[in-house]
């Protein structure tokens, strides 16, 4: 926590970059871009990564010791991601999600990572992901990549994303996050706008839509989906950019706010592109330039703001009761190790690495 602000972390991934897990020649490409994102979002020296000690299999302890020990963050909301295009385990295995719940129960959401859009076997996936390991929610993406063709993957495509999301429904599921704004590879931009979006919040209400890395690009069309009470804004990627781009974090944060979205908007730092440490420093000091409240019509960034992006929203979105959780966690193993104070950036990881050498 920081003060008494509960943290959830809506998106962190067990990223697996090793060559060994590339599915085609192109991953190498998507790799550097990978690399070169995590010296985009790191400003703090004290939080870059060697090459050496980013391109690999990070381990599901990695990705929690390092959440949990080393920031504030309170809860993980680990993503799978089906991106068998250009790895083979989808580049961050759901399973990881599982290594992590099965250590923290109460601190730890599940995404379970699927692709309705090719052939038949989403169709068991989804029942494996519900009924046998129960996710929290899906999570989908925009297109694939085919030997150099971009294969759009829309939600609102009536005989792919359709079903698909009834499906999810039937069997309980309340939230599908789908991953926008960043195109993936050598492909074309357009599937990773927002252009499906909108049919399918109001076809489905009763399901919730996150729409992943909001505020990156497509923002003026993003925010028109605020009008939708069942989309929700998780800023993956986008909040390290407080560090570099303070600026233009400021000014998609006043859009999203200013469009009435301030509610449904969610912290996902990312990990492991970039540490969190210095990014949540960041935004409990950030004060909203004059010049965007006066511009967008918002009010000053206030700590009840602060409180319900850092985690009341994630909660909400999920049914999770605050003070029953932060009473599950007063005095679990990981509240007491945060009581003796946080380590240093990227300590846990690197002295297995080193003891492993």
């Given at each position: ?96 999600g599982f290594e992590i719940r099965e ?202 703001l602060k409180r319900g992006i850092l ?14 959780l932060r009473a599950k966690i007063a ?27």
């Amino acid at each position: 926590m920081i003060g008494d602000i509960i943290v959830v972390d809506g998106t962190a991934h067990g990223y697996n970059w090793a060559p060994s897990n590339w599915a085609i020649p192109v991953a190498a490409s998507t790799t550097a871009a990978g690399w070169g994102l995590h010296h985009l979002l790191t400003t703090d020296p004290a939080c870059f990564l060697t090459e050496e000690e980013y391109v690999r299999d990070w381990p599901a302890e990695d990705v929690s010791d390092t959440l949990f020990f080393e920031t504030a963050t309170d809860v993980i909301c680990h993503h799978g991601t089906p991106i068998f295009d250009f790895y083979k385990d989808g580049h961050s295995d759901t399973a990881k999600g599982f290594e992590i719940r099965e250590r923290y129960p109460n601190r730890t959401i599940v995404y379970g990572a699927i692709n309705p859009f090719l052939g038949d076997r989403w169709k068991d996936d989804i029942e494996y992901l519900v009924e046998e390991q129960k996710v929290d929610g899906l999570k989908v993406y925009a297109a694939r990549y085919e030997e150099g063709r971009t294969i759009a993957q829309r939600l609102d495509d009536p005989e792919l994303g359709y079903p698909f999301i009834q499906r999810a429904l039937e069997l309980g599921v309340k939230v599908i996050a789908t991953h926008k704004g960043i195109p993936f590879g050598p492909v074309r931009s357009e599937p990773y706008g927002v252009s499906d979006v909108p049919e399918v919040l109001a076809v489905f209400p009763e399901m919730n839509f996150e729409v992943v890395h909001s505020g990156w690009a497509f923002v003026e069309d993003t925010t028109f989906l605020a009008f939708f009470q069942n989309c929700w804004f998780n800023l993956e990627t986008c909040f390290p950019l407080i560090g570099r781009q303070p600026r233009r974090f400021a000014e998609f944060l006043a859009a999203l706010i200013g469009s009435g979205g301030a509610d449904r908007i969610i912290y996902a730092s990312g990990m492991t592109a970039a540490h969190p440490k210095p990014v949540l420093k960041a935004f409990m000091d950030l004060e909203m330039p004059e010049d965007l409240i006066e511009g967008f019509g918002i009010p000053p960034l206030s700590t009840e703001l602060k409180r319900g992006i850092l985690g009341e929203n994630f909660l909400r979105l999920h049914g999770i009761d605050s003070a029953a959780l932060r009473a599950k966690i007063a005095d679990d193993d990981v509240a007491k190790r945060k009581a003796e104070g946080l380590a240093e950036p990227w300590s846990h990881m690197r002295g297995r690495l080193n003891a492993a050498s």
